[in-house]
């Protein structure tokens, strides 16, 4: 089955350590996202991948890192400088055409420990 | 301003009741527009898809109004089931940015 896999389901973070949650998808999308959640809130956009080599920073991406190397992989680092990581992080994937809808991993939740 | 404004709720409401949810948009060159579903601690699933004359998925139906900018979920014949929070979608083609509004909270109670 097609889909986007995200691992590990659950994060714990010490404090100054540097960690990358996984994201691989096999719907052939070119474009991939990356969102944080926080409780009671709405989606917001870190990082964003149109296609193999080229990203852009979306609204929140001061303390996190990213690489797309692959098509179908587009991992996060949440970095140390990132000082309130605890959230629920999304990875999202779609075509380029505009007119087709974002498949969602499962997601992450990241904690601090 | 925000791309994309939604009520957030809570809309709590009796089993088999009707309820409908609107969401703005403020971008005019949005060209596609989604309903997602998210339940707690789960991550957002497709509704559906909003086109330009209206669709309908069984007790679903949502719209799409371009001239005044909304698009609208309306849910007949509530079930426990759909308790969720949804998620409207804007698609702006322009460097294919997804614009999330806030979400509307629903629960239906027996």
């Known amino acids: 089955d097609g889909g986007i896999t995200q691992s590990p389901k659950y994060l714990f973070r010490k404090e100054g350590q540097n960690v990358t949650l996984s994201c691989e998808q096999n719907?052939?999308?070119?474009?991939m996202y990356w969102y944080r959640q926080d409780p009671g809130q709405g989606l917001r956009l870190i990082y964003y991948?149109?296609?193999?080599?080229?990203?852009q920073k979306g609204d929140i991406a001061e303390g996190y890192s990213v690489s797309r190397e692959k098509k179908e992989s587009f991992p996060l680092t949440v970095t140390s400088a990132q000082k309130n990581p605890t959230a629920f992080y999304l990875c999202?994937?779609?075509?380029?055409?505009?007119?087709?809808?974002?498949?969602f991993g499962d997601g992450t939740r990241l904690s601090i420990l | 301003r925000k791309e994309v404004e939604q009520d957030p709720g809570p809309f709590n409401v009796p089993e088999g009741a009707t309820v409908a949810f609107n969401c703005t948009y403020s971008?005019?060159?949005?060209?596609?527009f989604f309903w997602y579903r998210q339940d707690c601690r789960k991550e957002p699933k497709l509704l559906m898809s909003?086109?330009?004359s209206g669709n309908e998925d069984g007790r679903f139906t949502a719209q799409l109004n371009r001239a005044s900018q909304y698009i609208s979920l309306l849910i007949r014949d509530s079930k426990l089931s759909d308790s969720a929070t949804y998620l409207c979608?804007?698609?702006?083609?322009?460097?294919?940015?997804?614009?999330f509004g806030t979400g509307t909270s629903l629960t239906v109670i027996p």
């Open positions: 999202a994937s779609s075509t380029t055409q505009g007119n087709q809808p974002q498949h």
């Open positions: 719907l052939n999308h070119d474009a």
């Open positions: 991948s149109q296609i193999v080599n080229d990203f």
């Open positions: 971008n005019s060159a949005s060209q596609s």
């Open positions: 909003v086109y330009s």
């Open positions: 979608v804007v698609n702006i083609l322009t460097g294919n940015q997804f614009y």
